[in-house]
Nanobody, 115 residues
Framework: QVQLVESGGGLVQAGESLRLSCAASGIIFSINAMSWYRQAPGKQRELVARITTEYSTNYADSVKGRFTISRDNAKNTVYLQMNSLKPEDTAVYYC?????????WGQGTQVTVSS
């Protein structure tokens, strides 16, 4: 049974930081690209950051320079360090794993940034 469990969300003020974690089980973590997506109320889900099996990363333009994605294959965990948070970063953040054959999603964690 595949499980992706996000944690670390919460309510912060603009300019503060949060670190999200996503612990994976039931998959061979090291062969999965891992991503963070977010969905704000009334908006489509969007890709925030992605890290490949070779540790290559890419980011949405809106978070470049503020967010950092990383992974620890020994812990089957992917992280999203979010600095200089803005109210427009408010959303539910989802972790996703992907191979050529499968994609799995976590249930999401709420991030709320107050101005």
């Amino acid at each position: 049974q595949v499980q992706l469990v996000e944690s670390g969300g919460g309510l912060v003020q603009a300019g503060e930081s949060l670190r999200l974690s996503c612990a994976a089980s039931g998959i061979i973590f090291s062969i999965n690209a891992m991503s963070w997506y977010r969905q704000a109320p009334g908006k489509q889900r969007e890709l925030v950051a992605r890290i490949t099996t070779e540790y290559s990363t890419n980011y949405a333009d809106s978070v470049k320079g503020r967010f950092t994605i990383s992974r620890d294959n020994a812990k089957n965990t992917v992280y999203l360090q979010m600095n200089s948070l803005k109210p427009e970063d408010t959303a539910v953040y989802y972790c996703a794993s992907q191979t050529a054959f499968n994609r799995y999603w976590g249930q999401g964690t709420q991030v709320t940034v107050s101005s």
